[in-house]
């Protein structure tokens, strides 16, 4: 019969412990490598930092001269593309996964250039935003996202019209291996604009992005612009009115910086929808766009001009949509209309969409903040 005390049951004490570290050490420092993995890894980190341990020295200069050849490229890891044993959390799919706002110059053409006939010379070098995302299925671990970084510059010395986007999206769809891609596409795009009555021109920039989606099978091209005009309220400017003609008492009505962004869908096998176009039409809705070159007469005219057009938020909108539904270049849209008020504490705000490529159930709660002119 074994009788055990209750010495022998007690934890070892540090005298203890310190002898079998050292006995630990003694037979590391003269074992190979493989026998101390193979016991634990983490003994090597008991040996001294100029002993044997589980890795051959390291370098610590950078080797300018080393090159990684295909053979030593099949040796590198690859986490992303590992099986889905790999994936952390549910196995579901990811409807976008991408890059968002990476940057790089764009050659645009632009509508005078094409009706002169001037080709690529009058084309226009734009720093563009790009955000690119593909749908990843359930049971795949992730993508490479310097592929899609990849295939927009084998793209960036081309004009980049739909058609070449829709080139890099099937480059994405390829390489990825993805059913559903998107790429959308930010800039500010230029335009000279005429003063009111001094006959002074300035550039007005107008913030555009260019946006391809294919889901389910489906393409569908859309075109985004943020026009800003002044909105005087139209109760405001009767309120003064009866005060000069009842009190002869001086008052303004108000007004402010207003902002719409229009959203469009281009129908396929239809004329360009140039981008001049859409600002013209927004600029014929609603005709008080803010003022680049403003002299004393040019200031006296853009009051006049505000007078003659008082609009509400709910105008402003109505507006923007009778114009674009005469356009047969455009399917379905959207417009979103904040008049940043001056008289009150908050915006007025409100939206307007016309078939159900825009619809939605719920809006950005940061969206309206979104529609403003920053720096």
């Known amino acids: 019969m074994n009788v055990h005390t209750p010495k022998v049951a007690l934890a070892p004490d540090r005298e203890e412990a310190e002898r079998a570290l050292e006995t630990l050490r003694n037979w590391a420092a003269s074992a190979a490598p493989e026998e101390v993995a193979q016991l634990d890894p983490r003994v090597s980190r008991l040996l001294p930092s100029d002993s044997l341990s589980n890795y051959p020295p390291l370098s610590r200069h950078y080797p300018d001269a080393f090159?990684?050849?295909?053979?030593?490229?099949?040796?590198?890891?690859?986490?992303?593309?590992?099986?889905?044993?790999?994936?952390?959390?549910?196995?579901?799919?990811?409807?976008?996964?991408?890059?968002?706002?990476?940057?790089?110059?764009?050659?645009?053409?632009?509508?005078?250039?094409?009706?002169?006939?001037?080709?690529?010379?009058?084309?226009?070098?734009?720093?563009?935003?790009?955000?690119?995302?593909?749908?990843?299925?359930?049971?795949?671990?992730?993508?490479?996202?310097?592929?899609?970084?990849?295939?927009?510059?084998?793209?960036?010395?081309?004009?980049?019209?739909?058609?070449?986007?829709?080139?890099?999206?099937?480059?994405?769809?390829?390489?990825?291996?993805?059913?559903?891609?998107?790429?959308?596409?930010?800039?500010?795009?230029?335009?000279?604009?005429?003063?009111?009555?001094?006959?002074?021109?300035?550039?007005?920039?107008?913030?555009?992005?260019?946006?391809?989606?294919?889901?389910?099978?489906?393409?569908?091209?859309?075109?985004?612009?943020?026009?800003?005009?002044?909105?005087?309220?139209?109760?405001?400017?009767?309120l003064s009115e009866h005060a000069r003609q009842f009190r002869g008492q001086l008052a303004t009505p108000h007004s402010q910086r207003s902002i719409a962004r229009v959203s469009v869908e281009l129908l396929p096998h239809m004329p360009c929808l140039w981008f001049e176009d859409l600002i013209e039409m927004c600029r014929e809705a609603v005709p008080t766009e803010t003022q680049v070159m403003v002299k004393r007469e040019d200031e006296q005219a853009f009051a006049e001009l505000n007078a003659a057009n008082p609009i509400f938020v709910e105008d402003a909108a109505r507006l923007f949509c009778e114009r674009l539904r005469s356009d047969p270049r455009i399917g379905d849209f959207r417009i979103i209309a904040s008049h940043q008020e001056s008289l009150h504490s908050h915006d007025a705000v409100s939206v307007l969409v016309e078939g159900a490529t825009f619809e939605t159930e719920s809006l950005d709660p940061r969206l309206f903040h979104t529609l403003g002119r920053h720096g």
């Not at 592929?147 to 070449?164: D, G, N, P, Q």
């Not at 291996?177 to 800039?187: N, P, V």
């Open 67 to 238: 090159q990684a050849d295909a053979d030593y490229r099949r040796t590198l890891p690859d986490l992303q593309n590992g099986p889905a044993s790999l994936i952390r959390g549910a196995q579901r799919q990811i409807q976008h996964v991408g890059i968002s706002d990476f940057r790089l110059p764009i050659r645009y053409h632009t509508r005078e250039g094409h009706e002169r006939g001037e080709g690529p010379g009058s084309d226009l070098h734009l720093e563009t935003s790009v955000t690119g995302t593909v749908s990843l299925e359930a049971g795949k671990k992730g993508i490479n996202m310097s592929r899609l970084m990849r295939t927009f510059y084998r793209r960036a010395e081309e004009t980049f019209s739909f058609e070449v986007i829709e080139a890099a999206l099937d480059d994405y769809k390829a390489d990825l291996e993805s059913l559903d891609a998107r790429i959308q596409m930010r800039f500010s795009f230029p335009m000279k604009v005429d003063s009111l009555r001094s006959g002074l021109q300035g550039y007005q920039y107008y913030d555009i992005a260019l946006e391809l989606n294919e889901s389910n099978g489906v393409r569908k091209k859309m075109l985004h612009l943020d026009y800003v005009y002044s909105s005087t309220c139209p109760c405001s400017l009767e």
